[in-house]
């Protein structure tokens, strides 16, 4: 088995979507953690209906290809998303392989662990949730240090709702009940 982090997105009746992506995942995967979910802008589209983010970790035994493409894409579809060639637009769920165990996979199509961590404070923050002492398998970064130095005001903690995905999958009471004591520090500028 393998732990692997998952980055988890809706800007499409995201409340809904998000949920039902979760029960959909509990079906092959065993949720280990979830982070507390964020609203944020739509990148480099300001008009674009907001996301809804956050990380779920989970243990698999699915291989880094089968996760992405066997599972997490058809609980993408179940949930009514549509690919185009748009992979900016707005979608119903966005499931992401953010880190895969202690693998560092660069092929046509994966990239683990995404690149994205270092520049989206929707993505790090939420992933520091899961685990505040990842290190960073391809360039041994400590998480922290990397989210240290981002700005993470454009944020906004959607409270109600996690505490709603902290009462239907109680695995995730950990990392939502030490959330947003870790996000209230980062915005005073304690964050350590």
């Not at 995201?14 to 953690?33: A, D």
């Not at 983010?53 to 989970?58: E, F, H, K, P």
């Not at 990842?134 to 505490?163: A, C, H, W, Y």
Request: proline share 6%.
């Amino acid at each position: 088995m393998m732990r692997a982090f998952i980055g988890v997105g809706s800007s499409i009746d995201p409340e809904r979507n998000i949920l039902r992506g979760l029960e959909l995942l509990l079906y092959t995967e065993r949720i280990l953690k979830i982070s507390n979910f964020y609203q944020n802008q739509a990148v480099s589209r300001p008009k674009d209906p907001t996301f809804w983010n956050g990380v779920v970790a989970i243990e698999t035994s699915c291989t880094p290809r089968d996760l992405k493409y066997y599972v997490l894409r058809r609980v993408e579809s179940e949930c009514g998303r549509t690919r185009d060639s748009d992979s900016y637009s707005p979608r119903t769920l966005d499931l992401d392989i953010l880190v895969y165990g202690n693998k560092v996979i660069r092929e046509k199509g994966m990239v683990i662990p995404d690149p994205d961590i270092r520049s989206r404070p929707f993505i790090a923050l939420p992933l520091y949730e899961t685990e505040p002492l990842m290190i960073l398998p391809d360039t041994g970064e400590l998480l922290s240090d990397i989210l240290r130095n981002m700005d993470v005001s454009g944020l906004k903690f959607l409270q109600n709702f996690s505490n709603e995905v902290q009462k239907r999958f109680p695995v995730s009471q950990k990392g939502i009940s030490t959330a947003n004591e870790t996000f209230q520090h980062h915005k005073r500028g304690i964050f350590s």
